[in-house]
């Protein structure tokens, strides 16, 4: 694939976009990609050419940290710019509805003249002003013109197994190339490998093209495009086609860096993960992540090759997230939902070769809530620190400044809150502090709360000023 190759380097450095040239902007969001499996930005052997070209044009936040290590609160939160104590949502299944009236980002870029699509994974709740509203009219609701929710593989198969109908474009596309029956025989077993011979037949492969079927073909030209691209994968169940385990059997893929806490630790943070079973579990899993990372960024090539042969390229902000990550048995544990580097970590790449410079890694702290107003600014709205009720915008930093006016990124779940300023993670549980120096303890074994009693003091208050600034404060199930 020839990413930005026709960006000429005398352009890296060019100053503001005008009106006239506003960029189009796609978030592609990726599900529990752990960072490690990335190959240039990760431990070194992913299986991940697309990304590892994002990343020499673009700008990695090492430190950039979701809001609330979970599906449902990471992408709802983003899309209200509220975090989890707003909502009262801090698990999946707390939240039935958002609140009635609840601002979210999209109507704003349309008011400024961009068309705005979803496309993919939904975690996004129905408003309390329209409750049984579809995931696809929920969405036309929160601003997007264009959306397709396609579902999502975890709960078809949960479907399934409890022998309830399944329905959505994917399973159409599906029935429509004679697959669906191959289909229900793989979906018969949790985990059980794709047999479709095809990308396309596989949910990730469908959704890709439907995104460049918009990209290339739906879209109104006359407008610029702002995207939220999401892939189900890496989140298990590490069903890919065999062809894609073929592809990564010869990695050497490490084992966890831990495999144990080094201290006690507070109840709260260990409520969403559990202790591994087996290391052959664990084994399997890295293994599973490893090919669905891999299948994921075979995708992300596609997006990129349709927007250069649609000579959009040039002039669209490529963003590349997850929603958080996971532990995949560091610590000795699995799943996510609490307050580590395992689960927080975002894999932040942002690129736009024609207005920054790549190739760079910035370790200033940095939260999911920042794109909103990063998008604002990069679409040439004004004001957009204000506009936004959280976050504040990158551009200063993309622009090469020290700072963006942040000092810490937070984060939360039910009964634990944290902070992160690029080196000291501070967290608070039942009274209990914690404080890792990633300069010296990266993976966070040591608790050294007692010995820097000055820097866990000052990240204490900060957590507890963030909490009483950003209020409300809700438990859970409010709405």
């Not at 431990?43 to 044009?57: E, K, S």
């Not at 593989?153 to 429509?176: C, N, T």
């Not at 004679?178 to 469908?206: P, R, V």
């Not at 994968?233 to 893929?253: C, E, F, M």
């Amino acid at each position: 694939m020839k990413l930005f190759t026709m960006i000429s380097l005398s352009l890296l450095c060019a100053g503001t976009l005008s009106a006239e040239t506003r960029p189009n902007i796609i978030w592609i969001e990726a599900d529990d990609l752990m960072p490690r499996f990335m190959n240039k930005l990760g431990d070194g052997f992913g299986l991940t050419p697309n990304l590892d070209r994002l990343a020499t044009v673009g700008t990695y936040f090492p430190n950039a940290m979701c809001q609330g290590p979970m599906c449902g609160p990471s992408r709802n939160g983003l899309l209200a710019n509220l975090y989890s104590h707003n909502l009262g949502f801090y698990r999946n299944g707390h939240l039935r509805n958002m609140p009635k009236g609840t601002w979210t980002f999209p109507p704003v870029l349309q008011k400024a003249g961009y068309q705005t699509a979803y496309i993919g994974k939904s975690h996004v709740k129905a408003s309390a002003d329209n409750p049984k509203a579809s995931k696809d009219d929920a969405l036309h609701g929160y601003g997007f013109d264009y959306v397709q929710c396609t579902g999502e593989r975890y709960a078809m198969w949960k479907a399934l197994s409890q022998d309830k109908p399944i329905s959505g474009p994917f399973v159409e596309h599906l029935k429509r190339r004679g697959k669906y029956e191959q289909f229900l025989q793989d979906a018969d077993g949790y985990g059980k490998k794709s047999t479709m011979e095809e990308d396309i037949d596989y949910l990730d492969g469908f959704t890709a093209q439907v995104a460049i079927h918009w990209l290339t073909k739906e879209r109104d030209s006359k407008k610029p495009f702002f995207m939220w691209f999401n892939f189900c994968l890496p989140h298990g169940p590490y069903d890919v086609p065999q062809r894609w385990y073929d592809k990564v059997a010869d990695l050497k893929i490490p084992p966890p860096k831990t495999d144990r806490f080094g201290h006690d630790i507070p109840e709260p943070l260990l409520v969403d993960n559990r202790p591994i079973k087996n290391a052959e579990g664990v084994a399997k899993d890295r293994l599973g992540e490893a090919a669905s990372v891999a299948f994921m960024d075979a995708r992300i090539g596609e997006l990129l090759d349709a927007l250069e042969t649609a000579g959009q390229l040039e002039n669209t902000v490529v963003v590349f997230f997850s929603d958080h990550s996971i532990f995949l048995g560091n610590h000795g544990r699995l799943h996510k939902g609490t307050l580590f580097e395992e689960s927080l970590s975002t894999s932040m790449i942002v690129c736009f070769p024609k207005r920054f410079a790549g190739d760079k890694i910035n370790v200033h702290p940095m939260e999911l809530m920042d794109l909103v107003p990063t998008t604002f600014e990069l679409a040439g709205i004004k004001s957009p620190n204000e506009i936004a009720k959280n976050g504040l915008s990158i551009v200063p930093l993309l622009e090469g400044k020290k700072t963006n006016g942040r000092t810490y990124a937070f984060s939360e779940i039910l009964g634990a809150q944290s902070a992160c300023d690029g080196r000291y993670r501070y967290i608070i549980s039942e009274g209990v502090e914690i404080l890792y120096d990633h300069e010296t303890d990266p993976w966070e074994m040591e608790n050294v709360a007692s010995k820097y009693p000055e820097i866990t003091a000052k990240m204490g208050k900060a957590v507890a000023d963030w909490m009483e600034n950003t209020g409300p404060v809700y438990p859970p199930k409010t709405f």
